[in-house]
């Protein structure tokens, strides 16, 4: 197990990774952009801008070779995931107890939907957690070399 997580550090093309990184995650973004509109969730209306954001300077700095600009996407992205855990948890908490509708990101939804996308939330933070940690990497190997 640990050496399968080591030799999925050690990639060729970082580069392309990093661009397959910034691209879905813009089009992550954009989709997640849509549904906090449709929910009218207006602070998640603005992370989402602000994370298409991180994601063009991510785009940009490694276009240019410039670490600098993948700080952006590494803080935004920190914060996003601690943002999707907290609501996350609070969504479940909501709902376990609830004989109501709760208010998702699909508007109002039975307390089992609720549970559901809680959960989906969970993983979309731990999968966003290997993103930022390749990027955290492909970062670092620019810095140090000034190359991939």
């Not at 999707?84 to 908490?93: P, S």
């Not at 509708?101 to 939907?113: G, N």
């Amino acid at each position: 197990m640990r050496q399968r997580v080591t030799s999925l550090l050690n990639i060729d093309d970082w580069e392309k990774t990093v661009n397959i990184i910034a691209i879905g995650h813009i089009v992550l973004h954009m989709i997640f952009l849509a549904f906090e509109i449709y929910s009218e969730h207006w602070y998640g209306v603005f992370g989402s801008c602000l994370g298409i954001v991180s994601c063009v300077a991510l785009a940009y700095g490694n276009k240019k070779r410039s670490p600098l600009l993948f700080l952006p996407y590494l803080l935004f992205s920190t914060v996003l995931i601690a943002a999707w855990l907290g609501a996350a948890v609070y969504l479940i908490a909501e709902a376990v107890d609830s004989d109501e509708d709760v208010h998702t990101l699909l508007r109002y939804q039975s307390p089992t939907v609720a549970i559901v996308m809680g959960s989906i939330e969970i993983v979309i933070s731990l999968v966003q957690a290997v993103a930022l940690a390749f990027v955290f990497r492909a970062g670092n190997l620019l810095r140090k070399n000034g190359f991939y």
